[in-house]
């Protein structure tokens, strides 16, 4: 994590042991330790930049900061996934009072599949042309 946010963790002292432990014990997958290692790291600071502590978090700057994440709905659900997983451990080791993550909203997104036309008689025959 770049210093910035680690600055943010050095707050109280169960946070910097809370991400240890989240992202060296908790997270088994290295694909996914460094995308929510990006995530989280983004957040602190952003966090750090606007000189915000941990414990003043609230769910409406949780949802303020989801709803100005770039990218796809799942790259956006991923990024609250990550959030409110660390913030969970931060919960967990009494870092925070309460993870402002929790009652933020996902972004809605359904994959539509079987929409794939059907073919034409004349659309097989120029596809597949009979040389007989």
């Known amino acids: 994590m770049p210093a910035a946010a680690v600055g943010i963790l050095e707050q109280t002292p169960n946070a910097r042991f809370a991400a240890d432990e989240f992202f060296k014990a908790s ?4 694909h996914t330790r460094r995308a929510y290692g990006r995530v989280v790291s983004r957040f602190l600071t952003w966090c750090d930049d ?6 003043s978090i609230t769910p409406g ?5 989801v709803g100005q994440l770039e990218g796809s709905a799942p790259t956006k659900n991923q990024g ?3 959030l409110r997983h660390f913030f969970d451990a931060l919960v967990q080791r009494h870092a925070v009072a309460l993870n402002p993550f929790s009652s933020v909203r996902g972004v809605k997104y359904s994959v539509t599949e079987g ?3 059907e073919l ?3 659309q097989a025959r120029k596809l597949f ?3 007989r």
């Open 80 to 82: 609250l996934a990550a």
């Open 27 to 30: 997270i088994s997958t290295e």
């Open 61 to 65: 700057l949780a949802g303020d900061y």
């Open 115 to 117: 929409k794939t036309a």
């Open 50 to 55: 606007r000189k915000f502590e941990l414990r």
């Open 120 to 122: 034409g008689i004349e």
């Open 129 to 131: 042309p009979l040389d």
